[in-house]
């Protein structure tokens, strides 16, 4: 069964079903933010990450699952702890890749009503009831994204990301996205469109930088996320040291 073709969690439904009796909303608010916490807890210590999104359609022998586990090796290999939404296609993909190279390999799994599994390449995961708080923690302990083909959820995260950057919420990072033949449509879109109609600057389409490898794409977080955030190498090799 595909991921988002069926209803989630009764909570998390009743939750944005509109106005609940106040206890009711307050013990739901209260399990909110109890998730947050268990996200800060146990992503806090996990090191700078590279968060790599794309589609759970894809299956082993699909060239994008290939693509997704070059990169994930790659990242691992710049030293990046590799997060994904931990579930199988693409996530599962680039945490292989990351356990390819004895590297971190992290999941921010989602509670779905008919059971979704974390991939069996994780150090570590954690499952979240909602998909906002699960947004917040993937972008929270990021230094880039890498957007593999994917679909809506995809698409949801790499523009809730640009909308953050261009509105200062956070700091600027790579938004890189891997397969030009997929991403030209939307592309074209953003240029021949929104950057002409004057919805978006021409600045704001820049910020996606497209491109076909898995070494293309460690190369752009690596020459822009590590002089950005200061990061450097410490010993042993693939540690690093976040100095601000």
Request: contains cysteine; hydrophobic residues 45%.
């Amino acid at each position: 069964m595909h991921w988002g073709k069926v209803p989630g969690p009764p909570e998390a439904i009743r939750f944005l079903e509109g106005p609940q009796p106040r206890r009711l909303e307050l013990r739901l608010a209260l399990g909110i933010f109890a998730e947050f916490i268990r996200g800060f807890r146990a992503l806090h210590f996990v090191g700078p990450c590279v968060t790599v999104f794309g589609s759970a359609r894809f299956k082993e022998d699909h060239p994008y699952y290939v693509m997704a586990r070059e990169v994930g090796r790659a990242l691992a290999e710049l030293g990046f702890t590799v997060v994904t939404g931990g579930g199988p296609g693409i996530m599962e993909a680039a945490n292989r890749g990351a356990r390819d190279a004895h590297g971190r390999s992290i999941g921010c799994n989602i509670q779905l009503p008919s059971e979704q599994k974390p991939n069996a390449y994780l150090d570590r995961w954690i499952t979240f009831r909602h998909f906002f708080v699960r947004k917040v923690m993937l972008v929270k302990y990021s230094y880039a994204f890498v957007a593999m083909p994917g679909g809506f959820g995809t698409l949801d995260e790499i523009f809730e990301t640009a909308t953050l950057i261009q509105t200062g919420k956070i700091e600027q990072f790579p938004l890189v996205l891997v397969g030009r033949s997929f991403w030209r449509p939307l592309m074209g879109f953003l240029n021949d469109v929104l950057v002409r109609t004057g919805t978006i600057d021409l600045a704001d389409a820049e910020r996606l930088v497209v491109v076909d490898t898995a070494a293309e794409a460690a190369a752009a977080v690596r020459d822009i996320a590590i002089p950005a955030f200061g990061l450097r190498y410490r010993v042993p090799r693939r540690r690093w040291l976040l100095e601000r």
